[in-house]
Nanobody, 117 residues
């Protein structure tokens, strides 16, 4: 079984920065996709950023402020978030598409980001 654990959330003032991290553990042959999603209260879950090989995709709301990076040797993905805005407040969830004996999509439990204005 594969487990994802996020860390790095917290309370920050508008304009501040946070760095989220996610580590995968278990019997992992390879990781095809690493991504960060977020879900604010009363809203649908939305993609924030995704990295697959050399391809990186950002939501429009994240472009220019957030940076996703991965360390495939350590099975980790990070999200550096700068110039945070109150509308960035949400539970941030890590998602990975992992090859074990099959290919599956796994989710962490999330880490909460609160941005005060």
């Amino acid at each position: 079984q594969v487990q994802l654990v996020e860390s790095g959330g917290g309370l920050v003032q508008a304009g501040g920065s946070l760095r989220l991290s996610c580590a995968a553990s278990g019997t992992i042959f390879s990781i095809n996709v690493m991504a960060w999603y977020r879900q604010a209260p009363g809203k649908q879950r939305e993609l924030v950023a995704r990295i697959s090989g050399d391809e990186i995709l950002y939501a429009d709301s994240a472009k220019g402020r957030f940076t996703i990076s991965s360390d495939n040797a350590k099975n980790t993905v990070a999200l550096q978030m700068n110039n945070l805005k109150p509308e960035d407040a949400a539970v941030y969830l890590c998602n990975m598409v992992v090859r074990t004996s099959y290919v599956g999509s796994y989710w962490g439990k999330g880490t909460t980001v609160i941005v005060s204005s």
